[in-house]
T-cell receptor, first 113, second 109 residues
Framework: EAGVAQSPRYKIIEKRQSVAFWCNPISGHATLYWYQQILGQGPKLLIQFQNNGVVDDSQLPKDRFSAERLKGVDSTLKIQPAKLEDSAVYLC???????????FGEGSRLTVL | KQEVTQIPAALSVPEGENLVLNCSFTDSAIYNLQWFRQDPGKGLTSLLLIQSSQREQTSGRLNASLDKSSGRSTLYIAASQPGDSATYLCAVNDYIPTFGRGTSLIVHP
């Protein structure tokens, strides 16, 4: 069974530029999560989808971050414009249902210069 | 809002020791708790999932316990090996999975 796929693995951009990350969850998983992990810290939830609806996005900086899951399968997380403090690993996870076991992708490492 | 604390933040032990990592949480109305391992530059690998109705789960040298009423979980690692060196994270799921900051473990030969 294929795992959670993420791309790109690495991205370096200048501040004020934009970037997009893509995630394809495990087939059949209804719930998809985007987490931000800053070096030395635990993952922080940015947004949680159930199918193509948002369950929680209370910690998503909506002035610069956006995320969508239009067909209830894959998802895109966008940052525009990026700030230095956005340098982090962006982790995507999926689960069969909201209370199910989480499975993570390898993450996308962002460096903002 | 759920708050998750992991103690200790870092641990360095000689090979062969038995270890206990701690995870505490503030709201006991949870569905499950999951322990992960994270190697440098990698994603999170699931180790054990404990449902709220369970007291413990075991996988090989790993044993995780859950005391929901006191808001605590422990991960017990038996006979530690250098390959166990990694960061261990717990996630508490009360509908929105919340992570602790992790315990960084080094097992030296």
């Amino acid at each position: 069974e294929a795992g959670v796929a993420q791309s790109p693995r690495y991205k370096i951009i200048e501040k004020r530029q934009s970037v997009a990350f893509w995630c394809n969850p495990i087939s059949g998983h209804a719930t998809l999560y985007w987490y931000q992990q800053i070096l030395g810290q635990g993952p922080k939830l940015l947004i949680q989808f159930q199918n193509n609806g948002v369950v929680d996005d209370s910690q998503l900086p909506k002035d610069r971050f956006s995320a969508e899951r239009l067909k209830g399968v894959d998802s895109t997380l966008k940052i525009q414009p990026a700030k230095l403090e956005d340098s982090a690993v962006y982790l995507c996870a999926s689960s069969l249902e909201v209370t199910g076991e989480l499975f993570f992708g390898e993450g996308s490492r962002l460096t903002v210069l | 809002k759920q708050e998750v604390t992991q103690i200790p933040a870092a641990l360095s032990v000689p090979e062969g020791e038995n270890l206990v990592l701690n995870c505490s949480f503030t709201d006991s109305a949870i569905y499950n708790l999951q322990w992960f391992r994270q190697d440098p530059g990698k994603g999170l690998t699931s180790l054990l999932l404990i449902q709220s109705s369970q007291r413990e789960q075991t996988s090989g040298r790993l044993n995780a316990s859950l005391d929901k009423s006191s808001g605590r979980s422990t991960l017990y690692i038996a006979a530690s090996q250098p390959g166990d060196s990694a960061t261990y994270l717990c996630a508490v799921n009360d509908y929105i999975p919340t992570f602790g900051r992790g315990t960084s473990l080094i097992v030296h030969p």
